[in-house]
C-alpha cells in the first residue's frame, strides 16, 4: 500500500472559496476514481493558507492506473479548468509514502 500526501497552499483568504469550488466542481469526479481519501484537511495554525489530502492505493501501478482514468473524465477535467481559471492555487507539493508496520492503516 501507498499512501499519497499531497499539500496545497492557495492565496490568503481564498481557501474557503478553493474549498466550494472543489465540493462542488471536483469531488464527486475525484472520488468516483480514487475512492474516499483518508483524509482531507486544512490549516487551523501554523501553515494557514493550506490543505493535506491522503489518498490510499494498493501500489503505484493502481495510483498510476486509477489517475489516468480520473484525467480522461470530462467532470474533473471541468473542475481542472475551472480551479486554473480562479486562480487561488499558489503551490502543490506531492510525496508517495508507506505506513509503518504499525501504522493504524490497513487496506
Known sequence: MIVDVR??????????????????HGLAAQIHHLGAPLAYLHAESGDLNTMLHLWAFEDVADRARRRAAMMADPEWLNYLKLADEAGYLVDQRN????????????R
Open 7 to 24: 499539500t496545497y497552499r492557495v492565496k490568503p483568504g481564498k481557501l474557503p472559496q478553493d474549498l466550494d469550488l472543489y465540493a462542488k
Open 95 to 106: 510525496s508517495l509514502m508507506v505506513p509503518a508496520s504499525f501504522a493504524p492503516i490497513k
